[in-house]
């Protein structure tokens, strides 16, 4: 199946720091890409959609500014957690679309963020 | 909101076929069935996917009743590691169009 791979798989970081997550489609291009956030025991939720070339578009209640999204490129989107704070210690995923017959979202390992 | 509706746990004897339901009564005529499943502190994997026929690949199969309004995944011989979040979700497949994840169905296999 398709791959997708994130980094780093976990990270642990100050209060007040920035935390850069990638997203990578290992063997296909993909010009969106999703970000999804799971607390525990909870369902993933969507923040954002991440377009080649354009603005990501973000889900109602997810800060823009404090989740910046950059999608530079077929195969890379990047999601940066600026002034991170304990509350935004999640589980974070993305998602890459690759056709399949019909479009099919493959989705990364996920990314655990720990902010002190 | 999900579109779908699925059962919030189930259980299932280790080597039998599990059977898991989804209620999607709301359906759009364009819109598949996706079914992916997530292993504790993993990310979501493809499983199968459908729009009326039925399917199987590798890993399950996936049948939708006629009138589309419901369908079921079968994992014909279950084993410990299909333990797992099972979630069932409808989308039209466009390039842009979000998964929205609802709460899916946490399979126990029991030995």
């Known amino acids: 199946g398709a791959v997708v791979s994130q980094h780093p798989s976990w990270v642990i970081c100050k209060s007040g720091t920035s935390v850069k997550i990638e997203c990578r489609s290992l063997d296909f291009q993909a010009t969106t890409m999703f970000w999804y956030r799971q607390f525990p025991k909870q369902s993933l939720m969507l923040m954002a959609t991440s377009n080649e070339g354009s603005k990501a578009t973000y889900e109602q209640g997810v800060e823009k500014d404090k989740f910046l999204i950059n999608h530079a490129s077929l195969t890379l989107s990047t999601l940066t957690v600026t002034s991170a704070h304990p509350e935004d210690s999640s589980f974070y995923i993305c998602?890459?679309?690759?056709?399949?017959?019909?479009?099919?979202?493959?989705f990364g390992p996920g990314t655990r963020l720990l902010v002190l | 909101d999900a579109k779908t509706t699925q059962p919030p746990s189930m259980d299932c004897a280790e080597g039998r076929a599990a059977n898991l339901p989804c209620n999607h009564s709301t359906i759009s005529g364009n819109e598949y069935v996706y079914w992916y499943r997530q292993i504790h502190s993993q990310g979501p994997q493809y499983i199968i996917h459908?729009?009326?026929n039925n399917e199987t690949n590798e890993m399950a199969s996936l049948i939708i009743t006629e009138d589309r309004k419901s369908s079921t995944l079968i994992l014909p011989h279950a084993t410990l590691r299909d333990t797992a979040v099972y979630y069932c979700?409808?989308?039209?497949?466009?390039?842009?169009?979000?998964?929205?994840f609802g709460k899916g169905t946490r399979l126990h296999i029991l030995p």
């Open positions: 459908g729009l009326k």
């Open positions: 979700i409808v989308s039209n497949s466009n390039r842009d169009d979000k998964i929205i």
């Open positions: 998602s890459a679309i690759r056709p399949l017959g019909r479009e099919t979202q493959y």
